[in-house]
């Protein structure tokens, strides 16, 4: 990287394996890729079935819905792009669907999150068009 772009937070980068994965989330959904051949259920979308390898995925839109398996607040930002971040929770969720995605919490003290603690899908804008799914409280 150059030092001069220290201060830019990556961006991803979609392939042919995630391109719908990231359009929907410009369009405020989750998306899950489901086995036809298995039934397993999967996040962060690949060619293939993890479990049973078969290539018979679809995508079907997740709730959107979870709760924090894991977590640890970061108070050392890893890089001057997000010093101005910092403190913050990142998350490991574990959606309704089983999957478990890190993310991060949006709209709330980082040193206010849990284990067990309900959240909801939030896209949030991230600049170059790129859209990402973050997690705030679910108002259940």
Not at 46 to 58: E, G, I, K, M, T
């Amino acid at each position: 990287m150059d030092p001069s772009e220290a201060h830019i937070k990556p961006l991803p980068t979609p392939d042919a394996d995630s391109q719908a994965y990231w359009n929907a989330l410009k369009e405020g959904q989750l998306l899950l890729q489901h086995c036809r051949s298995c039934g397993h259920v999967q996040l962060y979308q690949q060619a293939v079935c993890r479990r049973c390898l078969s290539s018979q995925l679809v995508h079907r839109p997740a709730s959107g819905r979870g709760t924090v398996h894991s977590f640890s607040v970061v108070h050392r930002a890893p890089g001057p792009a997000f010093k101005q971040d910092t403190p913050y929770a990142v998350l490991l969720v574990e959606l309704e669907e089983g999957p478990r995605m890190i993310s991060s919490l949006v709209d709330a003290d980082p040193m206010s999150i849990d284990f067990d603690t309900s959240v909801e899908l939030v896209c949030e804008p991230a600049g170059s068009g790129a859209v990402l799914p973050r997690f705030r409280r679910a108002n259940r």
